[in-house]
């Protein structure tokens, strides 16, 4: 490789780090006290930092470090070159089986996160920075958007003082009122819709993901109602993670019509059918359209959930697929009368601005991007994170990603990930607190045992 006289890269640092989380539920049980994530951080011989960030965990942690020597030395005007390399030399993980997270085995998850996107970003926010240009500009067809819509992400919490050893934040105390609220109790339709008042309040979000597979199907319909009642012109959606089977899914969904704008992932796989061939005989059966992060999450994955006519909706989340790759599919999707949007995972400000330039060059009409930020609002890595004002996050106008890391905080956030005994997310350890003995099972919400 010839350097063409674009920067070189002269030091590539993966730092891990770990941030506070609320005991939130899911299907596969409660978030722990803490999560992890990895930074990049890129120097180049322009005097430039590019960052990056992507989940958490041991596993991801080394197969970036193994890049480094890929990475440093190159000129950033090769970026896609590197990003070839790294493909081209990447194994396969023995224990990686290939079933990708369509049963939502969180184990998995870290195959399909694909930690060179994080590089991938900083890359791009080098060559933004040269280029005098933001990060959105040199994706698919540059900016569509100044700012990008994004739903408030709801989900119930259970009583954090049933695990009083694993030192949850305690937020009581604070002034402002959503950071009260996020670490307490809520599992009643009744505090659901207090959850979306209080985030309208704070963020302005008009449109409201529930996170379901929690509790009973019928309960969960109860706080969907609650808020479609809150909210009549809201887009409410819910996200059980295939945990209905597909009989429960349509008797649950087909009442739904109209109250439902959207549903994600009912059902997954059953009786040998897989989630793709599942889901598309949902879509068969009830008139909503159907979004997904679970049955394609790469482009083989897609292909037949397209062949199937199993989703209207990829959330196409660029840890999984690239920033390059999430745009290529929203264009792809646009061009087939189908819609983007982006999944998350828990994450500091870095991904948050990220997701605001994908999202900035996606084209059409996507849908409300999911953001788990609003649980870890406040603990930044950046010293100006993007915010999200009126429902729509703002999409920084600087060069690259427009962004300035806050190197304190994020030697502070090191220093937590090094107190903790694991880096590898566990919801049953946390679960087993509320309920002794809890196993996952991807076919029971969490809180039904
Ligand atoms: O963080 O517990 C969580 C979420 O439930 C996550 O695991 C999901 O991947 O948010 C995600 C989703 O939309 O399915
Ligand atoms: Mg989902």
């Given at each position: 490789m010839t350097e063409k006289g674009t920067p070189v890269v002269t030091e590539m640092q993966v730092i891990p780090v770990a941030g506070r989380d609320s005991m939130l539920m899911t299907l596969s049980g409660a978030h722990g006290?803490?999560?992890?994530?990895?930074?990049?951080?890129?120097?180049?011989s322009a005097g430039h930092t590019g960052i990056g960030e992507i989940h958490g965990g041991d596993y991801t942690c080394e197969a970036l470090?193994?890049?480094?020597?890929?990475?440093?030395?190159?000129?950033?005007?090769?970026?896609?070159?590197?990003?070839?390399?790294?493909?081209?030399?990447?194994?396969?993980?023995?224990?990686?089986?290939?079933?990708?997270?369509?049963?939502l085995d969180i184990s998995k998850l870290k195959f399909v996160v694909k930690a060179e996107w994080a590089i991938e970003c900083a890359l791009l926010d080098l060559?933004?920075?040269?280029?005098?240009?933001?990060?959105?500009?040199?994706?698919?067809?540059?900016?569509?958007r100044d700012r990008v819509e994004t739903l408030g992400y709801?989900?119930?919490?259970?009583?954090?003082?049933?695990?009083?050893?694993?030192?949850?934040?305690?937020?009581?105390?604070?002034?402002?009122?959503?950071?009260?609220?996020?670490?307490?109790?809520?599992?009643?339709?009744?505090?659901?819709?207090?959850?979306?008042?209080?985030?309208?309040?704070?963020?302005?979000?008009?449109?409201?993901?529930?996170?379901?597979?929690?509790?009973?199907?019928?309960?969960?319909?109860?706080?969907?109602?609650?808020?479609?009642?809150?909210?009549?012109?809201?887009?409410?959606?819910?996200d059980p993670n295939g945990a209905w089977s597909l009989e429960e899914a349509i008797s649950l969904c087909r009442p739904m019509e109209g109250v439902l704008t959207y549903v994600e992932d009912?059902?997954?796989?059953?009786?040998?059918?897989?989630?793709?061939?599942?889901?598309?005989?949902?879509?068969?059966a009830v008139k909503l359209p159907v979004a997904t992060n679970m049955i394609a999450t790469d482009w083989r994955q897609f292909y037949h959930a397209a062949a199937l006519k199993s989703v209207d909706i990829v959330l196409a989340d660029p840890h999984f697929w690239g920033f390059g790759g999430s745009v290529r599919m929203?264009?792809?999707?646009?061009?087939?009368?189908?819609?983007?949007?982006?999944h998350s995972n828990n994450h500091f400000d870095i991904t948050l601005t990220a997701f605001a330039h994908v999202?900035?060059?996606?084209?059409?009409?996507?849908?409300?991007?999911d953001t788990h930020w609003i649980w870890q609002d406040g603990q930044n890595l950046l010293k100006d994170t993007p915010q999200i004002v009126d429902g729509y996050l703002q999409v920084p106008e600087k060069p690259g990603l427009g962004v300035t890391i806050d190197m304190e905080r994020v030697l502070e956030a090191n220093r937590l990930y090094k107190k903790l005994s694991t880096h590898d997310r566990d919801d049953a350890m946390a679960m087993q607190y509320l309920i002794p003995g809890w196993k996952f099972d991807s076919k029971k919400p969490c809180l039904v045992r």
């Open positions: 006290p803490f999560f992890t994530r990895n930074l990049v951080i890129l120097k180049d470090t193994s890049c480094i020597p890929l990475v440093v030395g190159k000129p950033i005007g090769m970026y896609r070159k590197i990003l070839d390399s790294i493909h081209k030399a990447s194994r396969r993980a023995k224990e990686d089986d290939g079933e990708g997270i369509q049963s060559l933004g920075q040269y280029l005098d240009l933001p990060m959105c500009e040199l994706l698919g067809d540059g900016k569509q709801l989900f119930y919490v259970s009583d954090k003082g049933k695990a009083e050893q694993l030192e949850y934040l305690d937020e009581r105390e604070s002034s402002d009122p959503w950071y009260r609220m996020r670490r307490q109790e809520m599992l009643t339709p009744e505090r659901i819709v207090e959850q979306a008042q209080v985030l309208h309040e704070k963020y302005g979000f008009r449109n409201f993901k529930l996170k379901g597979g929690v509790l009973a199907g019928a309960e969960e319909m109860e706080a969907v109602k609650a808020l479609k009642q809150a909210f009549p012109k809201g887009r409410i959606n819910i009912p059902c997954g796989p059953e009786a040998g059918y897989s989630s793709r061939e599942v889901m598309a005989e949902f879509k068969n929203a264009q792809t999707l646009n061009d087939w009368g189908l819609t983007w949007g982006s999202a900035a060059a996606a084209p059409g009409a996507p849908t409300a991007l």
